[in-house]
């Protein structure tokens, strides 16, 4: 949908869920940000009931993506990878910008990412979060400084209830740190050591995952060189991170032309 003025119609999915909560709390606070619709899943128990203060009564939880695509400037979604086809084709329809923050994407979710965004913005991040943003551009910077005598490895702890490992998070880190040495992440990475696995590779990447209590996000890359070590860390107190990240992403999006974009867009990095 084009864009008529300063304000941005935001369509919440997943929005019963931890995520969603947070992106329609942080909208209620932002005069810059109208909710458009909030989707759950069909059958889901908040369906049919109000979204709830300061938002109208008449604005309840709905399952049809179709209307709130239309009604939308973008719609932003932390779901689950199951539902991303549909919502792509639903966005693609109503010519809805989106912002998936949605994890564990498969390379067939990608594909279908890419054929979208010949059609609408798409922007995709495994973390929606400024500060991870510009770590990731940092990490690839150092990667390509100290070269590949420096061992990487990459920490990352998370709440007890996440269903993915290593977190996208994680996952889009050693993606910068392979890019930064000019490698492929999937030729080099180690996921999950246990038992005898012989001595670390030289140039891998190693991936270890924590999780536990409430934690909302502690990512460390390790760079470990001969003699000495540098740590890159970022540390998420809470969601809201995410979620005003999102919705920055959001109103960076509306109205852009077609085609992928990232949270480097965002904060106007520059292409390397
Ligand atoms: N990019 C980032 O910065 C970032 C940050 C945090 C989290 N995430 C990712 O965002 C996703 C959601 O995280 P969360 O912590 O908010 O999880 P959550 O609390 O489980 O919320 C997910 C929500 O999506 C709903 N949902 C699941 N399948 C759906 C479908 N097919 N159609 C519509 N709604 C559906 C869930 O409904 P039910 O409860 O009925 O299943 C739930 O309300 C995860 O992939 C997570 O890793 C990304």
């Avoid at 910068?176 to 180690?190: E, H, K, P, Q």
Wanted: charge should be neutral.
């Amino acid at each position: 949908m084009a864009m008529t003025n300063s304000v941005t119609k935001i369509g919440v999915l997943g929005a019963g869920g931890r995520m969603g909560r947070a992106i329609i709390s942080a909208i209620a606070s932002d005069p810059r940000l109208v909710l458009a619709g909030a989707i759950e899943r069909a059958g889901h128990e908040l369906v049919g009931r109000p979204v709830g203060p300061p938002f109208p009564s008449t604005l309840t939880y709905c399952s049809n993506h179709g209307p709130l695509a239309i009604a939308s400037d973008v719609l932003i979604d932390f779901t689950s990878p199951i539902a991303l086809a549909a919502t792509l084709d639903a966005a693609c329809d109503g010519k809805s910008a989106i912002v998936i923050g949605t994890t564990g994407l498969e390379p067939h979710h990608h594909a279908l990412i890419d054929a979208a965004a010949k059609t609408i913005p798409v922007l995709q991040a495994a973390n929606t979060s400024l500060g991870v943003t510009l770590l990731a551009r940092l990490v690839a910077d150092a990667a390509r400084a100290l070269g590949p005598d420096w061992d990487i490895e990459i920490a990352e702890l998370h709440h007890r209830h996440k269903v993915d490992a290593p977190s996208g998070t994680a996952l889009a880190l050693g993606t910068a740190a392979a890019a930064g040495r000019g490698v492929d992440l999937v030729s080099v990475s180690d996921r999950g050591r246990d038992g005898i696995t012989g001595a670390r590779q030289p140039g891998h990447i190693g991936f270890a995952s924590l999780r536990g209590g409430s934690a909302a996000g502690d990512h460390t890359v390790l760079f470990a060189g001969e003699g000495e070590r540098i740590e890159l860390r970022h540390l998420a107190e809470n969601r809201d991170i995410f979620a005003r990240g999102a919705l920055r992403a959001a109103m960076w999006l509306a109205g852009k032309p077609a085609g992928r974009y990232q949270m480097d867009d965002v904060l106007g990095l520059p292409l390397r």
